[in-house]
């Protein structure tokens, strides 16, 4: 569905991480990466190359304050490591539903939640937006309310590099972003994540926090919980190569994810996730809805169909006010996260799909949605 997929340079950086001994964590690929990073997300951002983007969501809310029996306002739509790191903090998630533009954080529905939680006598601690497969979340809105209520916003941008909302980068758009560069997404190091902010004293006590939180002194001194959350200097070589063809990458996706709409868009009960005006999607994976009612088959038919010729396809993210783990937190929503749940597919989108690759998951397609 969304493979690793390798720009050619990679293998440069790492062996001179090799010629050069720089192997532990820490070196001159990862002061490159985060430059490259910086560089390309504008804003004046400082970034902070760490282990995972789950590392970087944990550092985040530790950063923003978040203390146990906190609440924090999250994305129910999402992938569980937004959330997870809730529950590291002994915090309480308190989940917000979509909205049917861009199936990211509803901004009415968040606004219902803040004054819900005041009401009941506790302001929540911080706003979690997530930019799913691409799309940019309503960030103009939400930070309006985050501004209105004095509520700090982290952004869950792990699946959004290189999308941007009139030309503003996701990323960038919080008081702390979060970016993630796991095997799966738009570029890979193998395992990795940044933390993100215009606050160069945020990032600053980001690295600080990610090293054991060591003290300045000769010996070992610490007077703050640390944690180990670096990159290592072998992966962001692979970052390094893998920021030259960004571009190329976003532009694969977008073309397939074009290949799909153009092929499928006037079908009945078939629709796409578009962008609103001024919004650009990386569109790390292209999703469809199916409206059984109407298209006379199901998202289920259609997964079942490509499976058997062993292509990869997956539902959306089932909601996290639906997942077991969170069962019993506070959620406001109005049926749209399940819908989408309900009725949605995540197709073969990887970069690296080859024509003749297209042809078959096209084959298949055509086959059951007539
Ligand atoms: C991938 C992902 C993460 C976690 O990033 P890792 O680098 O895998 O830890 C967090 N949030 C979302 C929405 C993701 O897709």
Redesign the pocket.
Known sequence: MSSPHMGGTEQEFVKEAFDTNWIAPLGPNVNGFEHDLELFLGEGSHVAALS????G?HLGLVLLGVQPGDEVLCQSM??S??ANPIKYLNATPIFVDSEADTWNMSPELLETAIKDRIAKGKKPKVIMP?H?YGMPAKMHEINGIAQKYGIPVLE?A??ALGSSINGKQCGTFADISVL???GN?IITTS???ALVSAAANVVQDARFLATQARDEAPHYQHSRVGYNYRMSNLCAGVGRGQMQVLADRIASRRAIYNQYTDVLGSKKGISFCSEPDGYFSNRWLSTILIDSNVAGVSREDLRLALEKENIESRPLWKPMHMQPVFEGCAFYGDGTSERLFRDGLCLPSGSNLSADDMDRVMEVIHAVIK
Do not use: M, Q, R
């Open positions: 995972s983007g789950t590392a969501i999402t992938f490591a937004t997530v799913l869950d792990a699946e993630s560069f796991n997404k395992g990795g994540g």
